[in-house]
């Protein structure tokens, strides 16, 4: 069993463990017109005789950027991100039918607007140019302001990028970075010696060596613009002094912030990718302006749609454990 554990510990798409979700492309519908595979965040679809279609072996997150992307419905997300066994087994359960199905309760009519709110929005990834007014980025920080957050600690701060020139240099600065890790990365395919050494890391830096984190980091490789051509950029800070989990703080003040900006008519997309990138490289932190006693904990960009994505998609159903009367329960869906 323990050493079930460490066998599968650094997945690189093997066969016998993992299986992907079937992405079915309508070719009647499908006008060739890319919006899935720029939106795709591991960049695991391609245009074949204008048509989208995925390419094998590249792993797909499961996500439905796709889908949502998809302006015509030409494209389908069938089955669930699957991890058998081993260090990375996937948890949650594969439903038939994913979509949000929020029970009836007696007195409340249909979903509130709030509820509404957080199935409908997707994290978009094509924008349009046109610049967010400083106004309306003030507002969404504002509601990252009354974020709940341990002891009311308050820990975050906040960089703002308006602008597409200095985000442009900044993705540049990022680029090096993930070049050699997907270089380390997939020569683990072939090169037992970086092999061992990813078996190493996935048990010291889990999350990074997750297959889903480096097809992600492959992705945003230029020509990809890890910013997707969003104007606006803003950075969530985290005061590394906070009271007992200042991530956590952020990550709520941070989608406060969505929220806000979706009922704003903006549209946002998280960016994990920056925040990695400023963890190991201090000269990006300098550009951005972090200093002690702050710590990048996440970023957004944030903007107008070129593509409206925002629609329910399908998602994995939840393990409930329940404790109740005295009886203990987890809930098979
Ligand atoms: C903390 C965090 C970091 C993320 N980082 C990235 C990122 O770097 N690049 C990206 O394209 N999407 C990123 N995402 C977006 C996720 O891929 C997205 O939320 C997920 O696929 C679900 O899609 P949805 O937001 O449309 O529901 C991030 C999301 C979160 C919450
Ligand atoms: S977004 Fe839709 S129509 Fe456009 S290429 Fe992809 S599947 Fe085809
Ligand atoms: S579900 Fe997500 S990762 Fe998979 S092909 Fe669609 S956009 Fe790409």
């Given at each position: 069993?323990?050493?079930?554990?460490?066998k599968?510990?650094y997945?690189?798409?093997?066969p016998?463990v993992?299986?992907n979700?079937?992405?079915?492309?309508?070719?009647?519908?499908?006008?060739?017109?890319?919006?899935?595979?720029?939106?795709?965040?591991?960049?695991?679809?391609?245009?074949?005789?204008?048509?989208?279609?995925?390419?094998?072996?590249?792993v797909c997150?499961s996500?439905?950027?796709?889908v949502?992307h998809?302006?015509?419905?030409a494209i389908?997300?069938?089955?669930?991100?699957?991890?058998?066994k081993?260090?990375f087994?996937?948890?949650?359960?594969?439903p038939?039918?994913?979509?949000?199905?929020?029970?009836e309760?007696?007195g409340i009519e249909?979903?509130?607007?709030?509820e509404?709110?957080?199935?409908t929005?997707r994290?978009?990834?094509i924008?349009?140019?046109?610049?967010?007014?400083?106004?309306?980025?003030r507002?969404?920080?504002?509601?990252g302001?009354?974020?709940?957050?341990h002891?009311?600690?308050?820990?975050?701060?906040?960089i703002?990028?308006?602008?597409r020139?200095?985000?442009?240099?900044?993705?540049k600065?990022m680029?090096?970075?993930?070049?050699?890790?997907?270089?380390?990365?997939?020569?683990?395919?072939?090169?037992?010696?970086t092999?061992a050494?990813?078996?190493v890391?996935?048990?010291?830096?889990?999350?990074?060596?997750?297959?889903?984190?480096?097809?992600g980091?492959?992705?945003?490789?230029?020509?990809n613009?890890?910013?997707?051509g969003?104007?606006?950029l803003?950075?969530?800070?985290?005061?590394?002094?906070g009271?007992?989990?200042?991530?956590?703080?952020c990550g709520?003040?941070?989608q406060?912030?969505v929220?806000?900006?979706h009922s704003?008519?903006?549209?946002?997309?998280y960016?994990?990718?920056?925040?990695?990138?400023?963890?190991?490289?201090?000269?990006?932190?300098?550009?951005l302006?972090?200093e002690w006693?702050?710590?990048?904990?996440?970023?957004?960009?944030?903007g107008?749609?070129?593509v409206n994505?925002?629609?329910m998609?399908?998602?994995?159903?939840p393990r409930?454990?329940?404790?109740?009367?005295?009886k203990?329960w987890?809930e098979?869906?």
């Amino acid at each position: 069993m323990a050493f079930e554990k460490f066998k599968h510990s650094y997945l690189q798409a093997e066969p016998e463990v993992w299986s992907n979700s079937t992405i079915v492309v309508d070719e009647e519908k499908c006008n060739g017109c890319g919006n899935c595979l720029k939106a795709c965040p591991s960049n695991c679809l391609e245009i074949v005789d204008k048509k989208a279609r995925k390419i094998p072996d590249i792993v797909c997150l499961s996500c439905s950027a796709c889908v949502s992307h998809c302006e015509k419905d030409a494209i389908s997300m069938h089955g669930f991100y699957n991890v058998e066994k081993g260090f990375f087994k996937t948890m949650l359960y594969h439903p038939e039918d994913g979509y949000p199905n929020p029970p009836e309760v007696e007195g409340i009519e249909g979903m509130t607007p709030v509820e509404e709110a957080i199935y409908t929005r997707r994290s978009n990834r094509i924008y349009k140019k046109d610049p967010v007014p400083d106004a309306l980025v003030r507002r969404v920080i504002e509601a990252g302001r009354f974020a709940p957050s341990h002891g009311n600690n308050e820990p975050w701060s906040f960089i703002v990028i308006n602008d597409r020139e200095e985000m442009d240099k900044i993705a540049k600065m990022m680029d090096p970075m993930y070049r050699l890790n997907a270089a380390f990365f997939y020569s683990g395919k072939t090169n037992p010696v970086t092999r061992a050494m990813l078996k190493v890391s996935s048990i010291l830096m889990t999350p990074l060596m997750d297959q889903r984190a480096q097809a992600g980091g492959k992705a945003i490789i230029q020509p990809n613009d890890v910013f997707m051509g969003a104007p606006c950029l803003i950075v969530i800070l985290g005061d590394k002094r906070g009271i007992a989990n200042v991530d956590l703080d952020c990550g709520i003040c941070g989608q406060n912030m969505v929220l806000a900006a979706h009922s704003l008519g903006l549209v946002t997309c998280y960016l994990g990718f920056l925040a990695a990138a400023a963890k190991f490289m201090p000269w990006l932190r300098k550009r951005l302006g972090v200093e002690w006693p702050y710590k990048v904990a996440t970023a957004m960009v944030l903007g107008y749609p070129r593509v409206n994505a925002d629609r329910m998609v399908e998602r994995e159903l939840p393990r409930i454990t329940w404790h109740k009367g005295g009886k203990t329960w987890t809930e098979m869906p």
